[in-house]
Nanobody, 116 residues
Framework: QVQLVESGGGLVQPGGSLRLSCAAS????????MGWYRRTPGKQRELVAT???????NYADSVKGRFTISRDNAKNTVYLQMNSLKPEDTAVYYC??????????WGQGTQVTVSS
């Protein structure tokens, strides 16, 4: 089993920044990639950014150039640095641990609200 705990969400004004953290514990060796996803009311959960164990990254077009995903292997933590935030970035952000076999792991989510 793997536990993923997100933190760092909150209320920020448009144009501001936030950094989300996702701390992993347990059988993390089963995870080959980590990612951030988000969901707004009435919409499906959508990919924001992913990072593999090798460090390869992938971003949704809507966040390219504004968000950066990174990882600290010593701390088993993945980060999402979010800059130039827009009201449309408002969502619950979820951390995902992708595994080869079996169900993927998800955190409980953290709310990000971008509003003046």
């Amino acid at each position: 089993q793997v536990q993923l705990v997100e933190s760092g969400g909150g209320l920020v004004q448009p144009g501001g920044s936030l950094r989300l953290s996702c701390a992993a514990s347990g059988n993390i060796f089963s995870i080959y990639a980590m990612g951030w996803y988000r969901r707004t009311p009435g919409k499906q959960r959508e990919l924001v950014a992913t990072i593999t164990n090798g460090g390869s990254t992938n971003y949704a077009d809507s966040v390219k150039g504004r968000f950066t995903i990174s990882r600290d292997n010593a701390k088993n933590t993945v980060y999402l640095q979010m800059n130039s935030l827009k009201p449309e970035d408002t969502a619950v952000y979820y951390c995902k641990g992708a595994v080869v076999t079996g169900p993927n792991y998800w955190g409980q989510g953290t709310q990000v609200t971008v509003s003046s």
